[in-house]
């Protein structure tokens, strides 16, 4: 069996994508396995679940350092301690310098609840149903300097349904985000998704069907 890719996920704070990564890389075939969790936040909830499942977990409170330069040097220590192949952001929310982005080119990734490049930023659920689109959903891409850009690596749609709050968008999408996230971390460690400059392609079936109808037929 070819070597698992080892992935270190950053956090701050719930940690539910965090969960479904760790519980995906249980499986025996899985291609990747989960060596570091690293929270900027002491309090996340994710970080104490980690632990609990004995994987090893390390706070890095970005309060306690006095430049975001200092933070990222500390950040990549810890992943080279972790000899960490991949990292996988999973609602980490501190924006990092161009360097430290750049020195993990096409081997960073993050999960966006929107179908980007709509709703780049916060409050996605909240803008979708303000622009009154009937799909939405999440997309896993890979990490650029610029928030929320970055080439594509997967994306899963998810239909707006009457009388929705951002909340129970919020937790439709979760759902899809739970799945697509171990899926293309799985392809991405099996070296079926090849980048090249900022295109991608895929080595792996299409999607099944042809279209999602909202509201349905
Ligand atoms: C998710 O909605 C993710 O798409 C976004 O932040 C949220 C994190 O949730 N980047 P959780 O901590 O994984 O539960």
């Not at 750049?102 to 622009?131: C, V």
């Not at 991405?188 to 895929?202: E, M």
Request: glycine share 8%; hydrophobic share 45%.
């Amino acid at each position: 069996m070819t070597t698992k890719k080892r992935v270190a996920i950053l956090i701050s704070g719930r940690g539910s994508n965090l969960r479904a990564l760790v519980e995906a890389a249980r499986a025996p075939g899985y291609p990747a396995e989960i060596v570091a969790v690293i929270s900027n936040r002491p309090e996340a909830k994710g970080l104490a679940w980690a632990k609990e499942q004995g994987i090893p977990a390390h706070v890095l409170d970005h309060t306690l350092f006095e430049s975001r330069e200092h933070f990222e040097a500390q950040l990549g220590a810890l992943l080279g301690s972790a000899r960490a192949d991949l990292v996988a952001l999973a609602g980490f929310m501190r924006i990092m310098t161009p360097e430290f982005v750049e020195s993990w080119r096409d081997r960073m990734l993050n999960i966006h609840p929107s179908l980007l490049p709509a709703f780049r930023g916060l409050k996605t659920h909240e803008r979708a149903l303000h622009a009154g689109v009937r799909i939405t959903g999440c997309t896993v891409h890979l990490v650029r300097p610029e928030m929320d850009e970055g080439p594509i690596l997967g994306q899963a749609a998810v239909p707006v349904t009457e009388g929705d709050t951002p909340e129970t968008l919020a937790a439709r999408v979760l759902e899809a985000e739970h799945r697509l996230y171990p899926h293309v971390l799985a392809l991405l460690a099996k070296d079926q998704i090849k980048v090249n400059g900022d295109v991608v392609k895929i080595f792996a079936p299409a999607a099944e069907g042809t279209a999602l109808f909202s509201p349905g037929l």
